[in-house]
């Protein structure tokens, strides 16, 4: 009898995230361009507006999910990401998203793929938006059509050096594909040809501190990525700390403007190997993610990658 008015109580709270769903629209949603075109190696940006239409209860943050599903409704990639801005009635939250298919991954099928968006708040409730788009699932509605092409001999070419493990399963449909590289490198790819001016995204995931013993190779206290490339003598140098969980670093690549194509070789460099007892190598670095577009980005806008 105790355990029956102790699951009784627990119902409520059990569907309290189940339906959040019913009553009014708690936000208002809008993204731009409702058509994108995404080939192989290729990322577009996306602009999101959301603008709340009540306060939530304290402690609630809502967050984003961004999913390309199929025709059959099989979601392939995921863009998920926290919701950038405190969500307070009337006060507007714009952004821009970038949507890639990235070159170390399985290509996507030819085809056209329906972009669905959705806020839900971390626990598995959904919150139904007010918007011209088309509810497609529970609380998920369809922001956008994707075409992808046939493949193209247009398609930069990506070349690693022999210090780049094989590619590796990713950890979900977030990051469906990874690169490591062996010890702490150097590592270098190239990527090309590619017509500027332009950019190059690059994700390089950092290992998880319980994976293995972390060593350094210079007399430095933290850990740092150097990363060169070689078209407009682009450097940078990364912070190498990952978080309790790994963590990543993404960054954009500049191609400066070109009369010709050009082959871009980038050297990444980390201060850092991670060693474990049952790998034979040591690894640092992985490459998550690498994309290119063309043309200038809009700098006056700002963008959210982080994965949830």
């Not at 950019?199 to 740092?224: F, N, Q, Y």
């Not at 003598?233 to 194509?261: K, M, R």
């Amino acid at each position: 009898m105790r355990a029956l008015l102790r699951s009784l109580l627990l119902l409520p709270c059990l569907a309290l995230s189940a339906c959040r769903g019913a009553g009014e629209p708690v936000a208002e949603l809008t993204v731009t361009p409702a058509a994108l075109e995404l080939e192989l190696g290729s990322f577009v940006e996306l602009g999101l507006r959301i603008v709340p239409l009540t306060d939530l209860e304290a402690g609630v943050a809502p967050q984003v999910f961004l999913h390309l599903v199929d025709e059959p409704g099989s979601v392939l990639r995921t863009f998920d990401h926290r919701l950038p801005g405190e969500f307070r009635k009337g006060q507007e939250i714009a952004y821009r998203v970038r949507i890639h298919q990235s070159a170390v991954a399985e290509p996507l099928a030819p085809g056209r793929y329906t972009l669905t968006a959705g806020l839900h708040d971390g626990a598995g409730g959904r919150f139904p938006l007010q918007g011209s788009s088309v509810e497609i699932a529970r609380l998920e509605y369809a922001v956008a059509t994707v075409d992808v092409p046939e493949s193209s001999p247009s398609v930069p070419a990506i070349r690693f050096s022999p210090s780049w493990l094989p590619v590796e399963p990713g950890r979900d449909r977030q990051i469906v594909a990874r690169r490591p590289l062996a010890g702490a490198g150097p590592g270098t790819f190239q990527i090309g040809p590619l017509q500027g001016p332009g950019e190059i995204l690059l994700r390089l995931g950092l290992p998880v501190p319980a994976s293995g013993r972390l060593e350094r190779t210079s007399d430095e206290s933290t850990s740092k990525i150097r990363l060169r490339s070689s078209c407009g003598d682009f450097q940078a140098e990364l912070p190498g700390e990952p978080g309790a969980d790994g963590a990543a670093v993404e960054l954009l690549i500049p191609v400066p403007a070109t009369v010709q194509p050009v082959e871009c070789d980038i050297r990444i460099e980390p201060n850092f190997l991670v060693r474990t007892g049952d790998q034979s190598e040591s690894r640092s670095v992985s490459i998550e993610l690498l994309a290119w577009r063309a043309g200038v980005s809009d700098e006056a806008a700002p963008s959210r990658n982080d994965p949830e």
